[in-house]
């Protein structure tokens, strides 16, 4: 089973919790993408040759506003992988109740072997190759995996070569060009205020709750630097190429000037070496992969120790892990609300870019924790209403909005 077929199975499982029952035919509706596009992508290399790199952009819905969602540079960006996503990013905004509906883009390309000037070239090629639907009211991308800042300027630039200055096109860009303060670190804010908000439901406290973190970039660093700032013991974390771990606790400020300046954990002191897959089976309080999808699958899945596990990354379990987690009475906390934070402050710089008007740190990261916290409050409030998992009762949430604004506008 794909990954875009993998969600629709969850899809289907939590319409059964929604406030009116659908048809089949209204939920294939509301979960078919109403759009694909697939361009291909040609540029001269630094070397003089051509290559031709395949794009693709999803918009999956926007029954309840434009199309949002990242743009991704990965060798495993398919069209399926892509879908999949452009479908989470639908139930995601639905969730955390912001006025965007769901895309996801993505080019099959490993940035780390092209040159900026190749990236340069391949992204103005790409956004020049779907920019007539793009626009601020239309489909706003983002940074995703393999992307950043960086790459929204050169989007941003390459959609106003032709339709003139205009900066609600992307979001994630650099703060000179219109980008919001706060937007860089916010999916892992977010990820935190996820832990305390179970903490204080659970009467936990920090301090005495170990965290292991996969993944080492944009994410995943903020999310133990701001758990280690509040005082959680993060006791093992992990980039692509493996890990540490000390069951101590390891000093996240120490470990962040080391990884700066040598780009890797090797000859971090006082610490264990481990890989990324020993490092899902350590015993811990909250498990929190926050690289890439499917890490958390069928075969892995009875050896994870964990109280917790917190969806940082998107889809990282597969439905088998899930079920097993469950069997298991491992409670998983689901991308569409985990990540959010990303989402959310790509909306507060939208609406700071239509206004021209800048919102300062406090007042994004205050926003932030309302927006996330209430919809933390939602899911886990029907969780336990409707005996059901964090999941559903997230997806359920999700679908009951955009059904009951498709009724609104006719589409039902």
């Known amino acids: ?25 209204i939920l294939e509706m509301i979960t078919t993408p109403w759009r694909e596009i697939v361009v291909s992508c040609p540029i001269k290399m630094d070397n003089g040759n051509t290559k031709v790199f395949k794009g693709y952009r999803i918009q999956h819905n926007a029954v309840r506003g434009p199309y949002k969602g990242g743009v991704r540079y990965h060798p495993g960006a398919n069209q399926d992988e892509v879908k999949a996503l452009s479908s989470l990013m639908t139930w995601k905004t639905a969730l955390v109740d912001i006025p965007f509906g769901g895309a996801k883009g993505g080019i099959q390309v490993s940035p780390g072997k092209l040159s900026k000037p190749e990236l340069l070239n391949l992204t103005k090629r790409y956004t020049l190759s779907i920019d007539k639907f793009l626009g601020p009211n239309t489909d706003i991308p983002s940074p995703d995996l393999g992307t950043n800042s960086q790459t929204m300027a050169w989007m941003m630039d390459a959609y106003g070569s032709v339709h003139g200055y205009t900066p609600a096109i992307v979001t994630g860009k650099p703060v000179e060009l219109g980008g919001s303060i706060g937007r860089d670190s916010a999916t892992g804010r977010g990820v935190v205020y ?47 190429s493996g890990g540490i771990y000390d ?49 958390i699958n069928a075969n892995n899945a ?13 889809h990282p379990l597969t439905p088998e892990a899930d079920e097993i987690l469950q069997s298991r009475n491992i409670d998983v906390y689901p991308d569409t609300l985990v990540n959010s934070g990303g989402v959310i402050v790509s909306y507060f710089e939208w609406i700071q870019n239509l206004y021209q008007h800048h919102w300062e740190i406090d007042r994004v990261n205050s926003e932030l924790k309302k927006i996330i916290t209430k919809a933390f409050d939602e899911v886990y409030e029907k969780s336990r209403r409707n005996k059901i998992n964090y999941r559903l009762s997230a997806l359920s949430i999700g679908l009951d909005r955009v059904i009951h604004t498709a009724n609104l506008r006719g589409y039902i």
Request: hydrophobic share 40%.
């Open 1 to 25: 089973m794909n990954p875009y077929d993998e969600i629709n199975v969850k899809l289907a499982e939590a319409s059964k919790h929604i406030t009116n029952s659908v048809s089949d035919g």
């Open 194 to 240: 996820i832990i305390d908000e179970i903490c204080k439901k659970l009467n936990l406290e920090p301090n005495n709750n170990s965290l292991v973190i996969q993944g080492f970039g944009q994410v995943g660093k903020w999310i133990a630097k701001l758990a280690f700032d509040k005082k959680y013991k993060i006791i093992a974390i992990s980039d692509v």
């Open 247 to 295: 069951n101590n606790g390891i000093n996240i400020d120490e470990l962040i000037k080391h990884y700066n300046l040598n780009k890797t954990f090797k000859d971090y002191k006082n610490v264990n070496s481990i890989t990324n897959d020993e490092l899902l089976n350590i015993k811990c309080d909250f498990l929190i992969p926050a690289a890439i999808e499917r890490v």
């Open 302 to 314: 009875n050896d994870i120790k964990c109280k917790f596990v917190i969806e940082a990354a998107n």
